[in-house]
C-alpha cells in the first residue's frame, strides 16, 4: 500500500495532541475514555484495523466482529489482498480522524454513554499497529454438538440442522488458507480461535501444526464450551501456548443444562478442573465467559465468588436475542429489581483472596451499574412514552414503533419544509421494507422490527440514509449472526 500503517498513524499524532474529536464524539469523551484504558494510546482510538483481521463462518474479514459491514471475503481475496486493501485501509483513515460513524457505531454509543468497559476496542489495546496483523481470530466452521438456547445456526451446526431445519453451511476455508497463513504466522503475537467448538474442527489442528513449525511460542486463545477434551486436544495443549476461555452460564446443574443444550455440566466441570490446572501449572490464562439472561442473572455474584476462589478472569458477554432470553427488554418493574437485587451485594474480604479480586469485581460493577442501570433507564423512558417492551410487541406494533421513533427523529433534526420531510420519512420506509422482505426471503421467523427496535433513532436513521437496501441486508444479516458468542 501507498503508506505503511505506522506513517499512517504518526501523521495523526500532531492532530490529536491539539484537537482529540470527531463527528458525533466529543474531546472530552476521548479523553475520559483514553483514561480509563488500561493501556492508553493517544494516536489511534482503536487499535484493531491495524492489528486484527477477523474471519467469520463465510470468510468474511473485518477488523472486529462489530464491522462485518460490505467485507472483503475469502477466497474471493486471498488474506494478503484483504489486509492491503481500500476496505481496510479506509476504515483506518476514518478511525485515525476519530470518525466512528461509519462502521462503529457500537462503539460509539458505548463511548457516548461512558459505558467504557463494553467498548469493543478496548479488546485490541495489546496489539500495536504493525505492517502486518499481530493478532488474528478464526471462525473456520460453524461445527457445535451443543443447542445453546441464546445461540444460532450460524455458530452451531446442530442448532442449523435441528432448531432452523436449515443445510449445512459450507465453510470457505480450505488447504490454501492454510498455506496462504504461512504469510502471517510469523508476525503474530496471538491468535484467537471460536466457534462453533474449535476443539471439534479439523482445520485448527492443521493451522497448529503451522504454528508449530513458524512460531511455536505464539499465543493462542480457544474459546471453548468446555466439553471437548480428548487426548488430541491433551497433546496439542502439551505443544503449543494455548490459553483457554472457558463458556459457563450457570454453576447450577439443572439451569446450567436448560441452557447449553446436551452438555452435561458435571463433566464440564471436571473438564474445568483439568483447565484450571493446565492453566495454573503452564502459567497460562483461563477466563470464565458468561451470558446474563433471565433466568441466570441471579449468579452473576456467585460468578465472582467462583473465579475469586480460583484466581481466573471472568467476562459477562451482553445478550440482545433472542428477545426471551435477553434481560435489556424485560419492564422496568422487573428491571427495577434485578437493579436492586444485584447492585446491594457487598463482596466481603472472604470473597477477594485472589490478585484478580479486584478486577473481576470492577467487570461486575461495570455489568450492574452501566449495564443494568442504563437499561432500566431505557425502560422507564420506553413506558413513559406509552411504549412496550420490544417482546410484548407484535411485528406489525413493532414496525409502526419504529417508524414513528424514526419519524420523530427527523422532524425534530432536520431544518427543512413539510415536503422534504414527509419524502425522507418515506424514503426510510421504504428502505426498511425492502431490507425486510430480503431477510424474511431467508429466515420466515426472523422478527426484524422487534429485533432493531431497541437502536438509537440517530444511529439507525444515519445507517438507513448511507448505504443501499442490499448492503443493509447483508449489514442485518451479519448483525443477527455475530451477537452471541461461545
Request: net charge neutral.
Amino acid at each position: 500500500m501507498k503508506e505503511t500503517l505506522l506513517h499512517l498513524v504518526s501523521k495523526a499524532v500532531g492532530a490529536f495532541r491539539n484537537h482529540p474529536s470527531g463527528p458525533e464524539l466529543s474531546s472530552d469523551t476521548i479523553i475520559a475514555y483514553n483514561a480509563a484504558r488500561s493501556k492508553p494510546n493517544a494516536t489511534h482510538i482503536c487499535h484493531a484495523p491495524f492489528s486484527n483481521m477477523y474471519f467469520n463462518v463465510h470468510g468474511d474479514c473485518a477488523p472486529c466482529w462489530l464491522t462485518f459491514i460490505e467485507p472483503d471475503s475469502y477466497p474471493k481475496k486471498s488474506i494478503r489482498e484483504i489486509w492491503f486493501g481500500e476496505k481496510y485501509q479506509s476504515l483506518r483513515k476514518n478511525l485515525l480522524a476519530y470518525n466512528l460513524t461509519d462502521k462503529c457505531n457500537v462503539c460509539l454509543k458505548n463511548l457516548q454513554s461512558g459505558n467504557y468497559t463494553s467498548v469493543l476496542a478496548r479488546a485490541y489495546d495489546v496489539n500495536t499497529p504493525a505492517d502486518y496483523p499481530s493478532m488474528l481470530e478464526l471462525e473456520l466452521n460453524n461445527t457445535c454438538n451443543l443447542e445453546c438456547v441464546m445461540c444460532i445456526g450460524e455458530l452451531s451446526s446442530s442448532i442449523r440442522k435441528n432448531r432452523e431445519k436449515l443445510p449445512a453451511i459450507r465453510s470457505p476455508y480450505d488447504e490454501a488458507f492454510v498455506t496462504q497463513l504461512e504469510e502471517f504466522i510469523p508476525h503474530l503475537k496471538e491468535i484467537r480461535f471460536n466457534g462453533g467448538e474449535p476443539f471439534l474442527i479439523g482445520l485448527v489442528f492443521k493451522i497448529f501444526e503451522k504454528i508449530e513449525k513458524l512460531n511455536p511460542s505464539l499465543k493462542i486463545v480457544i474459546a471453548t464450551n468446555g466439553t471437548v477434551l480428548n487426548y488430541k486436544v491433551k497433546e496439542w495443549l502439551n505443544k503449543l501456548n494455548i490459553h483457554i476461555n472457558l463458556s459457563i452460564d450457570s454453576l447450577t446443574p439443572e439451569i446450567y443444562e436448560t441452557i447449553r443444550v446436551n452438555a452435561k455440566f458435571d463433566r464440564m466441570m471436571e473438564h474445568f478442573a483439568f483447565y484450571h490446572q493446565y492453566c495454573k501449572e503452564n502459567n497460562r490464562t483461563l477466563c470464565i465467559m458468561v451470558n446474563p439472561m433471565r433466568n441466570n442473572w441471579h449468579e452473576m455474584p456467585e460468578f465472582i465468588r467462583f473465579v475469586n476462589k480460583h484466581n481466573i478472569n471472568v467476562w459477562f458477554n451482553t445478550i440482545h436475542r433472542p428477545v426471551e432470553w435477553a434481560i435489556w427488554p424485560l419492564p422496568s418493574a422487573e428491571l427495577s429489581n434485578i437493579y436492586k437485587t444485584l447492585s446491594e451485594i457487598v463482596f466481603t474480604k472472604q470473597d477477594r483472596p485472589s490478585p484478580l479480586s479486584a478486577y473481576n469485581i470492577s467487570i461486575y460493577k461495570n455489568l450492574v451499574d452501566v449495564q443494568f442501570k442504563n437499561w432500566l433507564k431505557e425502560a422507564q423512558e420506553r413506558e413513559a412514552g406509552g411504549e412496550a417492551a420490544p417482546d410484548m410487541l407484535s411485528e406489525v406494533e413493532a414496525e409502526k414503533v419504529l417508524l414513528k421513533k424514526l419519524s420523530d427523529y427527523i422532524y425534530l433534526h432536520f431544518n427543512e419544509g413539510e415536503e422534504q420531510k414527509k419524502y425522507h420519512v418515506q424514503q426510510i420506509n421504504e428502505k426498511l421494507k425492502l431490507i425486510e422482505k430480503g431477510l424474511l426471503e431467508k429466515n420466515i421467523n426472523l422478527r426484524f422490527y422487534t429485533s432493531i427496535l431497541s437502536s438509537p433513532p440517530d444511529v439507525l436513521y444515519n445507517r438507513l440514509n448511507s448505504s443501499s437496501a442490499q448492503q443493509l441486508q447483508k449489514e442485518f444479516e451479519h448483525w443477527f449472526s455475530q451477537e452471541v458468542s461461545v
